[in-house]
T-cell receptor
Framework: NAGVTQTPKFQVLKTGQSMTLQCAQD?????MYWYRQDPGMGLRLIYY???????DKGEVPNGYNVSRLNKREFSLRLESAAPSQTSVYFC?????????????FGEGSRLTVL | AQSVTQPDIHITVSEGASLELRCNYS??????LFWYVQSPGQGLQLLLK??????LVQGIKGFEAEFKRSQSSFNLRKPSVHWSDAAEYFC?????????????FGTGTRLQVTL
């Protein structure tokens, strides 16, 4: 039972390079999320997808783009990486019905931008 | 907008001692409330959640939390801490309604357990 799988787990980029973080869930959840975690700041929502075919900005969307490829997959793209995007990125999913569903998290992707 | 405050950045307790981690939230109505735990290098795991009903909720690993509307608090407790409880703990609040679980997280409390 894999749950939420993120790749890659570690990545080092130079300023200006681009990359895509991949996320897949096998729990048939309808909603998916990307968070970033920085020391002393908790987790902040970057983008989310309430359902297949929809995406919306979260608290800190600047510098990122997302694609909900299908129900299972939700990718996060950095078009031109900046040192301020050095962080640990978490993908999460939930079943969103009448009530707020709990989030299930991947193990994180640690990104360093030099 | 909803917000969460975890006033304690770091707490150290002795193994076997009791634990209380504080969480205060700001939200215009009754929120959904969660506690997550994060072990080093891992993702977040749900400990417990409050949606409605009994204000004292039980979670995994012997944790419990109490929702106090009058104090806008959702403190996490454990009567006897084990060394394996050393981790970072996050409180989160979610809005009722809406189409996605857009949780707002606190900044976390790091728990150290001494033997």
């Amino acid at each position: 039972n894999a749950g939420v799988t993120q790749t890659p787990k570690f990545q080092v980029l130079k300023t200006g390079q681009s990359m895509t973080l991949q996320c897949a869930q096998d729990m048939n959840h309808n909603s998916m999320y990307w968070y970033r975690q920085d020391p002393g700041m908790g987790l902040r929502l970057i983008y989310y997808s309430a359902s297949e075919g929809t995406t919306d900005k979260g608290e800190v969307p600047n510098g990122y783009n997302v694609s909900r490829l299908n129900k299972r997959e939700f990718s996060l793209r950095l078009e031109s990486a900046a040192p301020s995007q050095t962080s640990v990125y978490f993908c999460a999913s939930s079943w969103q019905g009448a009530d707020t569903g709990e989030l299930f998290f991947g193990e994180g992707s640690r990104l360093t931008v030099l | 907008a909803q917000s969460v405050t975890q006033p304690d950045i770091h707490i150290t307790v002795s193994e076997g001692a009791s634990l209380e981690l504080r969480c205060n939230y700001s939200y215009g109505a009754t929120p959904y409330l969660f506690w997550y735990v994060q072990s080093p290098g891992q993702g977040l795991q749900l400990l417990l959640k409050y949606f409605s009903g009994d204000t004292l909720v039980q979670g995994i690993k012997g944790f419990e939390a109490e929702f106090k509307r009058s104090q806008s608090s959702f403190n996490l407790r454990k009567p006897s801490v084990h060394w394996s409880d050393a981790a970072e703990y996050f409180c989160a609040v979610g809005a009722r309604g809406g189409t996605a679980s857009k949780l707002t997280f606190g900044t976390g409390t790091r728990l150290q357990v001494t033997l």
